[in-house]
C-alpha cells in the first residue's frame, strides 16, 4: 500500500528505482508461525538462483506505487552480489524485517 511504499522510498531513496519487489504470500497465503521461515527460504532461493518469484492475482498496480513490482513471470537477476530484505507483517503488531546478502 502507499504507506509501506513511503517506507520504502524513505528508507532507500532513489535506489528504489533500481529494486525488484515481490509479493510471495499472493502463492501461499498466510501461513501463520510458518510465514517468516518460509518467506526467508524463498528469499534465499531467489538470491541463489537470481530469480525473483513473480507476485500472482496482480492485475493492475496502484499509480501511486511506482516499484518495480515483478509480474507476469519471475524476473531474473544480474550478475554480482545481491541483497535482499524481507518483511514479515504479523497479527497483532508481531513484524520483523530479514536482511540476506549474497556471498
Known sequence: DVAEYNAIK???????????????????????????????????????NRLVPATINLDEQDPEIPLNVVKGEAQKLPDGDLAALNNSFGFGGHNVALAIRSI
Open 10 to 48: 524513505r528508507a532507500f531513496g532513489d535506489h528504489t528505482e533500481n529494486m525488484s519487489v515481490t509479493a510471495t504470500k499472493s502463492m501461499t497465503g498466510h501461513l501463520l508461525g510458518a510465514a517468516g521461515a518460509l518467506e526467508a527460504v524463498i528469499t534465499i532461493q531467489s538470491i541463489h
